[in-house]
């Protein structure tokens, strides 16, 4: 695990935590810690640079056993299912289908696909499933439905300080309660280095203009353009992203073709709450990134403009327009007994109704963690590895 030290920090990162400290925010050592909240430096999982997956770290290390047969670019059709009983998988590579069987099936496609395949198999909300031509297995209302994310936005600065070659795009941030929030930590800020594809072409258009007069196209800036203006700017900024949103979503099957990318609907921001949440944080941010701490880092705010941040009518177009996906999605099988309607699992990550079939990844959660969810991911895949070990053990 790699932390920043406080000699590696960037200008604007630097900055950050010394405001956020003044304006009475704690400082925390940890954000591990499951009482942390406040300021700090960010656990990253990298070793010299690279990202430590699950391919490098659990796979790489299990491919030449005997009992394991990884198999790639097959691509999953359907769950065969007899008599409610999971087994086996339609599947298709090279040109060629055919059917895979199993004691044991078990989905790992994320919040995205595991509901999918569910649904393409009949299992999920019988009314969808009638509307694109699925022949229903069981009704599962809550199939596809619960989308939760952290839903966040893109606040834009220009720093006057070149970027360095190869700068880190993250090293500290912070987690706070929103004022009259009961949800604890909901809301995190952290000021990065934006990457291209953060950049819009408001950036480059902003050199020598006034703030006010940016045109914000939303559209991305062209990496040759970004790499000639680094000599006199750097494109930073800050993300804010609500981590408890009351806002859910759904998943719904375009059509009932495996191929064919299925309707996400995420419904950002449309709980009240969650719009209010988000208008403070972003307010809140502006007001940090002009304190006496933050002359150094040289920072002109591109968007939004001051007379966004002045109106909430504004400022709550700004956010719906802006609004954009930390890549976290989770819920659309979500965890729970059965009598709960729109519960998919148990406890156990038996998909509810189906024997022998399971599904495994951020799908289950009921809702989406208060932080990144690639370790509670993994924690899962331990866990549910534990038990069928222990299964086998104990046949």
């Known amino acids: 695990m790699k932390r920043h030290s ?13 405001a956020c400290v003044a304006a009475g925010y704690p400082y925390t050592d940890d954000m591990n810690h499951p009482d942390s909240t406040g300021v700090g430096y960010y656990p990253l999982n990298r070793v010299d640079g ?51 069987y199993g004691e044991q099936i078990i989905l790992s496609g994320g919040a995205i ?18 509307e694109v031509g699925i022949p229903l297995v069981l009704d599962l209302p809550g199939v596809g439905q619960n989308l939760r994310d952290h839903e966040a936005v893109m606040m834009e600065y220009r720093s006057d300080i070149p970027r360095p070659k190869l700068a880190p795009g993250l090293q500290v941030g912070m987690r706070y309660t929103t004022p009259g929030s009961d949800l604890r930590n909901d809301m995190q800020m952290r000021p990065i280095h934006t990457r291209t594809e953060h950049v819009y072409r408001g950036f480059l258009e902003s050199f020598g203009q006034p703030v006010s007069e940016v045109k914000q196209t939303g559209e991305s800036v062209p990496e ?6 680094e000599e006199e700017y750097t494109p930073v900024g800050f993300s804010i992203a609500l981590q408890k949103a009351l806002s859910k979503g759904e998943l719904k099957l375009a059509t009932s073709n495996p191929s064919d990318q299925p309707i996400l609907n995420y419904r ?42 002045a ?11 802006n609004v954009l996906t930390q890549h976290h999605s989770s819920g659309t099988c979500k965890m729970g007994s059965a009598s709960d309607s ?18 495994v990844d951020a799908s289950i959660m009921p809702d989406v963690v208060r932080a990144n969810t690639n370790a509670s991911t993994i924690m899962i895949g331990e ?13």
Request: overall charge negative.
């Open 268 to 309: 950002y921001l449309s709980h009240p709450f969650d719009l209010e949440r988000m208008r403070g944080a972003v307010r809140l941010c502006a007001e940090i990134s002009v304190m006496p701490e933050y002359e150094p880092a040289k920072l002109t705010r591109i968007s939004p403009t001051d007379e966004i941040l």
């Open 50 to 100: 690279i990202r430590m997956s699950t391919s490098l770290t659990y796979l790489k290390q299990a491919r030449n056993r005997l009992n394991f047969t990884l198999r790639p670019n097959v691509f999953a059709h359907k769950v065969l299912i007899e008599d409610s009983q999971a087994v086996g998988v339609e599947v298709s590579s090279g040109g060629e289908i055919f059917e895979v």
């Open 224 to 229: 040759d353009n970004i790499k000639n203006s």
């Open 6 to 18: 406080s000699d590696e920090l960037l200008p604007s990162p630097k900055a950050f935590l010394e």
């Open 113 to 130: 696909n595991s509901p999918q395949l569910l649904m393409l198999s009949g299992v999920g909300p019988a009314e969808h499933l009638s």
């Open 383 to 395: 866990k549910i590895a534990d038990q069928l070990s222990s299964r086998e053990v104990d046949n």
């Open 311 to 321: 109106s909430d009518d504004k400022l709550d177009a700004w956010l719906k327009e």
């Open 342 to 359: 729109m519960a998919v699992v148990d406890n156990k990550c038996q998909v509810h109704g189906i024997k022998q079939l399971m599904v």
